[in-house]
């Protein structure tokens, strides 16, 4: 997260923790577009629940609990981020156990949407890129996450993984280097 946003949330929270709705609100639209990117790429496409369902899990959670947080000297994103690791973990199980493909209903006429086969492919494209996350530790699988998706700092991964700067580039490194040699392979 950049700079400002982290400035507001930290302005926000004691307000938000006394349970002020508007501050809750602002603090939910804050926190959003981080939660949604973090769900999609560990959620995959073409699933259900979808990550956008996942994300909104994750913000209900966030808003429900508010009131019991207790700052222990971390960015307030890593206890984010710990609510939705556990809500992926929800939906993963979940996808797991139902193997049906609901749609809501039949189309009526031809789609001018992205073609099967496109769409085929970009679901293979983040299926497959799941998969090679999948491939590593939790943590390594969350830092890459952080650093590369999210574009958070060696700092930043660090107050929120619960490491110091220099293991999170370390554990980065080896991290791509293993995913590297997976996609050299086939795998």
Do not use: W
């Not at 049906?100 to 890129?129: H, K, M, Q, Y």
């Not at 890459?144 to 700092?155: F, K, N, P, T």
């Not at 490491?163 to 080896?174: C, D, E, K, L, N």
Request: charged share 30%; aromatic share 4%; net charge negative.
């Amino acid at each position: 997260m950049s700079q400002p946003i982290d400035e507001e949330l930290r302005v926000l929270l004691p307000d938000a923790m006394a349970g002020d709705r508007k501050a809750i609100q602002e603090l939910i639209r804050l926190i959003y577009p981080a939660v949604i990117r973090y769900t999609r790429v560990r959620i995959g496409g073409g699933r259900t629940p979808t990550a956008e369902d996942v994300s909104q899990e994750v913000c209900l959670a966030v808003a429900n609990s508010i009131g019991r947080y207790v700052d222990r000297g971390r960015p307030f994103m890593a206890y984010v981020y710990g609510i939705a690791s556990n809500k992926v973990a929800d939906a993963h199980r979940l996808m797991s156990r139902d193997q049906s493909f609901p749609t809501e209903e039949l189309p009526e006429g031809e789609s001018t949407d992205a073609n099967p086969e496109e769409v085929a492919l970009n679901i293979d494209g983040r299926n497959r890129t799941q998969l090679l996350l999948d491939g590593l530790s939790d943590k390594a699988r969350d830092i890459v996450i952080l650093r590369v998706i999210e574009g958070l700092s060696a700092e930043e991964t660090a107050a929120i993984v619960g490491s110091t700067p220099g293991a999170v580039r370390v554990a980065q490194h080896r991290a791509l280097a293993v995913l590297r040699k997976k996609v050299e392979q086939g795998e």
